[in-house]
């Protein structure tokens, strides 16, 4: 069975802290996303990587695929409340000839003004 | 564009009732999917439709749910005899293509109380 496994689960912060997020997982991955889900709404896809090693920055937010595609990071600079939310990593992995589109567990973070 | 967009946003049943909940998905999509989400956790998938057939339906959790999906475009989960721990987020996303495509876009959900 592949799982994604986060971590934290909870993370409570001050406004201005940096964090990093973690999405790790003993199988590999051709791909890996990061999603954001508000309360009340669906996740909003925030970035997809695909290749190991690869790094993207989205203003504040910078992601990392591990060299292997097995683990990935996000990492958020000077954390706002407008940063609180549910964070989602996903994944599409290969098992048996059949590809499997996995979500990981969530953290759940919280910025305090 | 429309995104995608789920009915009912909130529904409340009572125990041994059946419900529909719709999916119509981002015009053009191929691929659709229907999730879970249980109060603060994550999201269980329950099944994928690739055109109007569905490839993998592993998520189901019993017989009493299934789910269709016609003309390649709107997709209904229905769930009978519901019970309470069927009380979750129903959520539903497409995509542009198929597995291992990536980048799902998701609807606001439907939030099913059995009562």
């Known amino acids: 069975t592949q799982l994604l496994e986060q971590s934290p689960q909870f993370l409570s912060i001050q406004e201005g802290e940096n964090l990093t997020v973690y999405c790790n997982s003993s199988s590999v991955f051709s791909s890996l996303q990061w999603y954001r889900q508000e309360p009340g709404e669906g996740p909003v896809l925030l970035v997809t990587?695909?290749?190991?090693?690869e790094v993207k920055k989205l203003k504040r937010l910078t992601f990392q695929f591990g060299d292997a595609r097995k683990d990935s990071s996000l990492h958020i600079t000077a954390a706002q409340p407008g940063d609180t939310g549910l964070y989602l990593c996903a994944g599409t992995a290969r098992t048996s000839g059949t590809y499997k589109y996995i979500f990981g567990t969530g953290t759940r973070l919280k910025v305090l003004a | 564009g429309a995104g995608v967009s789920q009915s009912p946003s909130n529904k409340v049943t009572e125990k041994g009732k059946d419900v529909e909940l719709r999916c119509d998905p981002i015009?053009?999509?191929?691929?659709l999917y229907w999730y879970r989400q249980s109060l603060g956790q994550g999201l269980e998938f329950l099944i994928y439709f690739q055109g109007n057939s569905a490839p993998d339906k592993s998520g189901l959790p019993s017989d009493r749910f299934s789910a269709e999906r016609t003309g390649g475009s709107v997709s209904t989960l229905t769930i009978q005899r519901t019970q309470q721990e069927d009380s979750a987020v129903y959520l539903c996303?497409?995509?542009?293509?198929?597995?291992?495509?990536?980048?799902?876009?998701f609807g606001p959900g439907t939030r099913l109380t059995v009562t």
């Open positions: 015009s053009g999509h191929t691929a």
């Open positions: 996303a497409s995509s542009r293509s198929p597995p291992p495509a990536y980048e799902q876009y």
């Open positions: 990587v695909v290749t190991g090693g």
